[in-house]
């Protein structure tokens, strides 16, 4: 999160740079060029940081990974490890790491806490043959807009460059 406000900052530091340029030596391809980078540069930042989550749904748990959503029900978790970051042994699947940082990097302690919480939902849960692992990908069309948005204005500033 601090890393996310402080790239924000820096974005909103350049603009008002580049709008305030008082000697006029910035030219509009220039000043695309050098925003260019801030849409993906945002996208990743929101990927990485702010995006990833865990969460404990009725009969799964929720681990919403980089690029990867995983759905899986308690009953099929078979193992809990991992030193600082947590990995779930799943029945008929390989690890599972839980990338999410509310629960992986945070340290030992948020770890435990997570490993805590999500053994007391598979000892309590029931199985259930209706309920199987699931796992979706987590790109498409609104998360690949911030890319596309930085190849867009790339390319302004190329065809601006090349029209000056």
Known sequence: MVLAGIAQAAVLALQATLQSDPGGTWT???RLAALAPAP???YM???ININPYVSFEKNYFRINNIYTLY???YHTITVLEGRTALTLGVSGQRRIP???????LM????RDAVAEELTKHRDASVEDDGIALQKHTTLGLPEAMGPFLSLALFLAAFLTSLAQ
Not at 107 to 110: F, T
């Open 107 to 110: 340290g030992k302690r948020q």
């Open 45 to 47: 930042i929101w990927r």
């Open 28 to 30: 509009w391809g220039g």
């Open 71 to 73: 759905l899986i029900p």
């Open 40 to 42: 993906f540069v945002l």
């Open 98 to 104: 839980v990338v999410a940082f509310s629960a992986a």
